[in-house]
């Protein structure tokens, strides 16, 4: 894996969205409507900017796959923060979304691990090429990369049959938080 710069923007939204285009928890906040795939791609963006900023934003070195981490520690409020923040609303949630998604956001919250975290937001491979070994291998250099900074990597999935997947890779469920699916909360 590699880390990626700003030109890799647009070729990590594309795996990202293509992946979590399914995704219960991605679709939870994301407004169903004719511009769903769209506002798919607005979340995705948003999080790889926040992720280029308070964290860390890889690519494999095939460019099939890719991962977002954050340090929460460091996310901080500026003027650019609150500017992502709004278009996030406007460009994809949706203002009659905003209590639901806000309520959900301070539930997890509440359920997350604090400390030295390395909080790894997404981890997608295109569709077309799961199942490969390749998110594998990305994942398990994000494990290393956590494990050299003395972080906990961090994670939740509604995806239930990614589970043991990442089981085999050392993570563990420690929470659970019903928001109308399952939220599962895994650690390593």
């Keep these: 894996m590699v880390a990626a710069n700003s030109n890799d923007k647009a070729l990590i939204v594309d795996i990202l969205a293509r992946s979590f285009n399914d995704n219960k928890s ?17 979340l995705m963006s948003y999080s790889f ?16 796959a890719c991962a977002l981490v954050i340090f929460p520690a460091k996310k901080k409020t500026t003027v650019y923060s609150i500017y992502l923040d709004l278009n996030l609303i406007l460009r994809c949630i949706g203002f009659k979304n905003i209590k639901k998604v806000l309520n959900r956001e301070s539930k997890i919250k509440q359920l997350q691990l ?21 998110g594998s291998n990305l ?3 994000l ?6 900074e003395h ?15 990442y089981q085999q890779f050392g993570f563990s ?12 909360f895994l650690k390593n």
Excluded at 27 to 32: A, S
Excluded at 143 to 148: C, Y
């Design 173 to 184: 469920i420690y929470n659970e938080l019903n928001l109308g699916y399952q939220l599962f």
């Design 26 to 42: 991605v679709n939870y906040i994301v407004k169903q409507d004719a511009k769903r795939e769209q506002r798919l791609k607005k």
């Design 114 to 134: 604090k400390g030295n975290i390395y909080y790894l937001w997404f981890i997608g491979v295109y569709p077309n090429e799961q199942h490969k070994g390749i």
């Design 143 to 148: 494990i290393k990369d956590a494990h050299a």
């Design 49 to 64: 900017e926040l992720c280029y900023r308070y964290g860390k934003v890889f690519i494999s070195n095939d460019r099939k």
């Design 139 to 141: 994942l398990n250099e």
């Design 151 to 165: 972080r906990t990597i961090c994670l939740e999935t509604s995806t239930i049959k990614n589970i043991p997947w």
